[in-house]
């Protein structure tokens, strides 16, 4: 099944003219609407849409104050060291959950790698956290402690729990848990929050917040080393570091192959099982090694968006 185009691009006007349409080649396939089936097999579809170095850097980094405390704070530190390299230790350690990360003030892009050693197990405290607790609810003249009255690795527990503070702000955010673990005995001692203390009510950023116990379990404690590669100093730069790592490049492309290409960009192409020849071979090519598919394809000199179904 291929699909017409309804209008001929400016992009593809300018192209040169004259490649064989995938529909002759294709014999028994007929165009139709994309919204139409395939009866009895099944439809691939190929999308092809703009990709703007801005685009590019949304999808693929983010920028480093967007990320949660317990990455953002040994990535930051890592950048500002010589080697590029940091190592915090605790139960909530960094987990960028992204390959890149953008800090100013370039922009410049960097790599990440993160590689985790020397675990212990030791006791963890989990609690339950409630956000903006009715005043009712609160104990009259009974302890409500400001934030910043606890020992400082309570709060990176909390920090390091809530990922970003913004959020007890948020009016969908009701509830957290968060788990207070050390390994060294004297920071456990410390702790306002063994079961046991009376420190259950705290105020946070102007937020009154409820701590309940929850249970007491076996946690992991362990370092983690960050370390950081600057690859690209502009968006640009950085679409193309991200092209040439995991995306494909579309030249020399027979003409029958380029009308695919064409109708991609134009608005989506789609077929029915079993594909033509142009439309199998340009599958095989945009999937990568597990069968993956390149998620940016680079075609007359400029950046796609790839959607391969």
Request: net charge negative.
């Amino acid at each position: 099944m291929n699909r017409p185009p309804t209008e001929i691009s400016r992009r593809r006007a300018l192209r040169a003219i004259g490649g064989v349409g995938v529909a002759a080649l294709s014999g028994c396939l007929s165009p139709v609407s994309r919204s139409d089936r395939c009866p009895g097999s099944a439809e691939g579809t190929l999308d092809l849409n703009d990709a703007t170095a801005t685009g590019v850097s949304n999808e693929f980094s983010r920028p480093l104050d967007m990320l949660p405390h317990a990455t953002r704070v040994p990535v930051a530190n890592a950048l500002e060291t010589e080697t590029g390299e940091a190592t915090a230790r605790g139960y909530y350690r960094p987990d960028p959950r992204t390959e890149f990360v953008v800090a100013g003030p370039g922009p410049d892009y960097y790599r990440l790698r993160v590689t985790e050693h020397d675990r212990i197990q030791t006791t963890g405290y989990e609690y339950a956290v409630e956000i903006d607790v009715d005043d009712s609810a609160l104990p009259e003249g009974g302890p409500v402690r400001s934030v910043a009255e606890v020992p400082a690795h309570d709060r990176e527990s909390l920090r390091g729990a809530i990922g970003n503070p913004g959020l007890l702000h948020a009016p969908h955010y009701t509830s957290f848990s968060v788990v207070f673990a050390y390994e060294d005995a004297d920071a456990r001692d410390r702790s306002a929050f063994i079961p046991g203390r009376d420190t259950r009510y705290l105020e946070w950023d102007g937020v009154p917040i409820r701590l309940t116990f929850a249970e007491r379990r076996p946690v992991e404690i362990a370092s983690a080393t960050v370390r950081t590669e600057r690859v690209a100093t502009s968006p640009n730069e950085f679409r193309d570091h991200v092209g040439e790592r995991r995306g494909v490049v579309l030249d020399s492309l027979p003409a029958d192959q380029r009308d695919v290409v064409d109708r991609a960009i134009d608005g989506g192409y789609a077929e029915c099982e079993p594909y033509s020849e142009p439309f199998g071979a340009l599958r095989e090519r945009l999937s990568t090694d597990g069968d993956e598919v390149a998620p940016l394809v680079r075609y007359d000199g400029d950046w796609y968006f790839c959607r391969l179904t």
